[in-house]
């Protein structure tokens, strides 16, 4: 019989027989000594996380200690190490008066393998540290917002917003407005105290604070200014103290992750997340998952799938909303399932909502307003793909606001808390301001030369790496 001491615990094992599906726990040497098998003495049950990893390869683990306090207190120790390993206490009865294992054998006449089964066979089991039995007074709180409001009433009603605890996927071609669409739901969370870390693996830090910028000063806020040699225009905030106020509202509940002199790995961007919500951040942009499996291989699929897995578990654990953005799998930009997403179709099956955002071309618009004299055509539409609580495949049609970049639902244009005076009359987080696509002080979608230039990005024919 081989022997393996220490300062706390003994483990006796007989090296020759057969591996055995049970651990036993006991509480004296001579105990684990009679048992002749997979059996350890613990002197104490603090002293448990000794050989913490000698237990994790047994089926479970049988606590045999007569004193039922000892060993209910060993148990709790065990479990506290381990929330899944199936535990089992030998109840006080089943010793029949007997004060040791060595006592039980004698008394009852049984060989060590049958000591073992006979205690087993009334053992109770502890209950598994990751479950908890339905208890009615911890539903949700309907007094209080569990999420973040988009300012798009549609999206507000039928998906609660951006509820915590979950991860939505927005999934569009590149310049059909993820990005934007984004920022207007992170400058809507600061209109609402609610602090956001963004990560960009696509812009630069110049370009993240001049395209948020100009987007929360609004279409009456900025001037678009081209740019030296390029003959691109971005958006400059006009007024000094408009910029100061953005400036001071954004200091305050927003937060970019810099990537812009390296390449950021998934581990280095939880801890970043980490630290973020230790600071009481509750929402988190991703733009884009693909930017997190760059060198990847043959490998991108499976680490995507798994990327998004894992995020899944952050926002249930830390009660924050993680909102994804990735790129379509085909170059026509047509979302029509899960799997047209760019990746590991996984993805969107982890994911909680799966939004599909796409910006209709001309052709598209022209098409429709001849189907429907007397109409516009919307500038985007965003579908329900998958969503845990609102009907799937249904859709919002939105119109967008070039000027100030922001979308909105006719007769519901977003508006935020700094823009909003005390003489308006319009409440902070509201979308009753007066709007009117022909006082835009930006040329309109006649003047299609100018606005490509401004909003040009790659079109859809490859993908993004």
């Not at 200091?251 to 992750?257: H, L, P, Q, R, S």
């Amino acid at each position: 019989m081989s022997e393996e001491k220490n300062e706390k615990l003994t483990l006796y094992e007989a090296p020759k027989s057969p591996r055995h599906d049970s651990a036993v726990i006991t509480h004296s040497e001579d105990d684990a000594k009679a048992l002749r098998m997979d059996a350890v003495y613990v002197s104490a049950p603090e002293a448990i996380d000794t050989h913490y990893a000698y237990f994790k390869e047994y089926t479970e683990v049988l606590v045999a200690i007569p004193d039922p306090d000892a060993a209910s207190q060993t148990a709790n120790c065990l479990r506290a190490l381990d929330k899944h390993l199936p535990i089992a206490v030998v109840k006080k009865d089943a010793w029949k008066g007997a004060a040791s294992v060595q006592d039980f054998m004698k008394s009852q006449n049984l060989n060590p393998a049958e000591t073992v089964t006979a205690l087993g066979s009334d053992a109770e089991y502890i209950p598994d540290g990751g479950c908890y039995r339905p208890n009615g007074d911890e539903c949700i709180d309907l007094s209080k917002q569990n999420g973040i409001l988009t300012g798009i009433s549609y999206l507000d009603s039928v998906m609660g917003g951006l509820r915590y605890g979950e991860v939505s996927m927005g999934v569009g071609c590149s310049g059909h407005g993820k990005s934007t669409l984004s920022g207007q739901f992170v400058l809507s969370a600061a209109s609402q105290d609610i602090k956001s870390c963004i990560f960009s693996g696509e812009i630069s830090r110049a370009q993240q604070n001049t395209w948020l910028f100009g987007q929360a000063a609004g279409k009456y806020g900025v001037e678009w200014v081209e740019q030296a040699g390029t003959g691109k225009k971005f958006p400059v905030v006009k007024d000094s103290k408009l910029k100061a106020s953005i400036q001071g509202k954004l200091a305050e509940y927003t937060d970019f992750i810099d990537s812009d002199n390296e390449i950021i790995s998934f581990e280095d961007l939880m801890r970043c997340f980490y630290t973020h919500v230790k600071q009481g951040y509750k929402f988190f942009v991703v733009d884009n998952v693909m930017a997190l499996t760059i060198g990847a291989g043959d490998n991108e699929y499976s680490e995507q799938a798994d990327i998004i897995y894992k995020m899944v578990r952050f926002a249930e654990k830390w009660n924050v909303h993680i909102l994804v953005l990735a790129h379509p799998q085909k170059s026509d930009g047509e979302i029509k399932g899960l799997n047209d997403i760019y990746g590991a179709s996984k993805m969107g099956n982890w994911a909680h909502e799966v939004l599909a955002i796409h910006k209709f071309s001309p052709e598209e618009k022209e098409k429709y307003e001849k189907a429907n004299p007397g109409k516009q055509s919307s500038d985007t539409r965003i579908r329900i793909l998958k969503s845990r609580v609102a009907p799937t495949d249904e859709a919002v049609y939105l119109n967008f606001d070039r000027a100030g970049r922001r979308f909105y639902a006719e007769g519901e244009y977003p508006c935020f808390s700094w823009e909003v005076g005390p003489d308006d009359g319009v409440a902070a987080n509201g979308n009753a301001c007066n709007f009117n696509d022909d006082d835009l002080p930006f040329p309109a979608d006649d003047s299609e030369g100018e606005q490509a230039s401004i909003f040009e990005e790659p079109d859809c024919s490859e993908p993004p790496f």
